[in-house]
């Protein structure tokens, strides 16, 4: 089959374009407001971009607190979602009204960075402490801008868990990072895909 994406018109039951481009890293993203709120949510839209530096990116749907908050403070978290943790990364993924915390909502550890002053996951097996390099709006083939925010950010510090080093190298086996593939599903590294679906507010 093909379509052309501005009919959107593939005839199936839901849009095939983010099961394709899958599986894509979690970047569960931790950040504290300049009033000091914390906030953890989860995005599907977030890789690497180069090891010189070393630059990792995300794409909000939207201006969320996470945007706002890096905006405030130039600051944040990256806490690697395994498969150990899966379903307190879904819970944090809720949709909650400004202020509210949900490290505590997912019932997670939340830890100040070293060297950034935004919490991560004290239950991942690794972290990445950043600081904004860019925000900018993609924009479309008229340059109008879309509703999304990308995030671009410079690792200045690592955290490992010993657990997951095998030979001065990380286990993938161990770690089991999760991975997000089309519709509601996940996998783990591995062969183990499953469904989680999105928590409704209230």
């Given at each position: 089959?093909?379509?052309e994406?501005?009919?959107?018109?593939?005839?199936?039951?839901h849009?095939p374009?983010?099961?394709?481009?899958?599986?894509?890293?979690?970047?569960?993203?931790?950040?504290?407001?300049?009033?000091?709120?914390?906030?953890?949510?989860?995005?599907s839209?977030?890789n690497?971009?180069?090891?010189?530096p070393k630059?990792?990116?995300?794409?909000?749907?939207?201006?969320?607190?996470?945007?706002?908050?890096?905006?405030?403070?130039?600051?944040?978290?990256c806490?690697?979602?395994?498969?150990?943790?899966?379903?307190?990364m879904?819970?944090?993924?809720?949709?909650?009204?400004?202020?509210?915390d949900?490290f505590?909502?997912?019932?997670?550890?939340?830890?100040?960075?070293?060297?950034?002053?935004?919490?991560?996951?004290?239950?991942?097996?690794?972290?990445?402490?950043?600081?904004?390099?860019?925000?900018?709006?993609?924009?479309?083939?008229?340059?109008?801008?879309s509703?999304?925010?990308?995030?671009?950010?410079?690792?200045?510090?690592?955290?490992?868990?010993?657990?997951?080093?095998?030979?001065g190298?990380?286990?993938?086996?161990?770690?089991?990072?999760?991975?997000?593939?089309?519709?509601?599903?996940?996998?783990?590294?591995?062969?183990?895909v499953?469904?989680?679906?999105?928590?409704?507010?209230?």
């Amino acid at each position: 089959m093909f379509y052309e994406t501005a009919e959107n018109a593939h005839g199936l039951r839901h849009d095939p374009f983010k099961a394709i481009v899958a599986p894509r890293p979690i970047g569960w993203i931790g950040t504290k407001s300049a009033g000091g709120r914390q906030n953890l949510s989860p995005y599907s839209f977030f890789n690497a971009v180069s090891d010189t530096p070393k630059l990792v990116m995300f794409s909000s749907s939207g201006h969320k607190d996470s945007v706002t908050n890096i905006e405030e403070t130039g600051v944040f978290t990256c806490s690697l979602a395994s498969r150990h943790l899966a379903e307190r990364m879904n819970a944090s993924s809720i949709t909650v009204p400004h202020g509210v915390d949900e490290f505590e909502i997912a019932g997670l550890t939340a830890v100040t960075g070293r060297l950034v002053d935004a919490p991560y996951v004290g239950e991942a097996y690794a972290a990445l402490e950043c600081r904004a390099t860019q925000i900018l709006r993609p924009v479309d083939l008229d340059g109008r801008e879309s509703n999304n925010w990308v995030v671009f950010g410079q690792v200045v510090g690592i955290h490992i868990g010993r657990e997951i080093l095998t030979d001065g190298m990380i286990d993938m086996a161990v770690a089991r990072p999760l991975g997000r593939m089309g519709y509601m599903d996940y996998c783990d590294g591995g062969s183990d895909v499953f469904a989680m679906t999105r928590p409704k507010a209230g």
